[in-house]
T-cell receptor
């Protein structure tokens, strides 16, 4: 079956760095997405990785290793507004998104 | 950037009534639109995928006669929840896709069935 695993909840301190991991097993691979979702709102797109390596976009970076079925989202210089759920999703061979359950990130002052 | 709107943002209805939710891509033409449902503290669950002018493809376990999807144009898709019941209360989110590597999400519609 298809499976996306990510931690349920993480806590970090304002100004610090946090890494949210995601491992996946899917039928085919056409890219991995990270989304941010604040409570009660729809997810917003953060990043897309289809090749191995690190993609940097401001305070957020995303890494992919296809051979390991592994990705992480790295958030630097954490701000209180970064408190949200972070969803990992993989596009399978049918170009459908398989979603993880999300990681709730709590930022403390 | 690409903008997707949904209407209404919130709806409360009586059990047994039908509710229509609209999803529009405002500044682009979407080849594919997706409908998701999200229960509290759970991930998005894909309900169906629709392409303009063709029948929607429903995920396993989603009743196509209960959740009617009409994708009439490249900028509009509608989801009608027929004979809604309290267990249908959820957050319904649409997304629209131009290319295969990105989906743009609508803001969501919170449905409460009394």
């Amino acid at each position: 079956g298809q499976n996306i695993d990510q931690p349920t909840e993480m806590t970090a301190t304002e100004g610090a760095i946090v890494q949210i991991n995601c491992t996946y097993q899917t039928s085919g691979f056409n890219g991995l997405f990270w989304y941010q979702q604040h409570a009660g709102e729809a997810p917003t797109f953060l990043s897309y990785n289809v090749l191995d390596g690190l993609e940097e976009k401001g305070r957020f970076s995303s890494f992919l290793s296809r051979s390991k079925g592994y990705s992480y989202l790295l958030l630097k210089e954490l701000q209180m507004k970064d408190s949200a759920s972070y969803l990992c999703a993989v596009m399978d061979s049918n170009y459908q998104l398989i979603w993880g359950a999300g990681t709730k990130l709590i930022i403390k002052p | 950037g690409a903008v997707v709107s949904q209407h209404p943002s919130r709806v409360i209805c009586k059990s047994g009534t039908s509710v229509k939710i609209e999803c529009r891509s405002l500044d682009f033409q979407a080849t594919t639109m997706f409908w998701y449902r999200q229960f509290p503290k759970q991930s998005l669950m894909l309900m169906a995928t629709s392409n303009e002018g063709s029948k929607a493809t429903y995920e396993q376990g989603v009743e196509k006669d209960k959740f009617l999807i009409n994708h009439a144009s490249l900028t509009l898709s509608t989801l009608t929840v027929t004979s809604a019941h309290p267990e249908d209360s959820s957050f319904y989110i649409c997304s629209a896709s131009v290319a295969e590597n990105e989906q743009f999400f609508g803001p969501g519609t919170r449905l409460t069935v009394l």
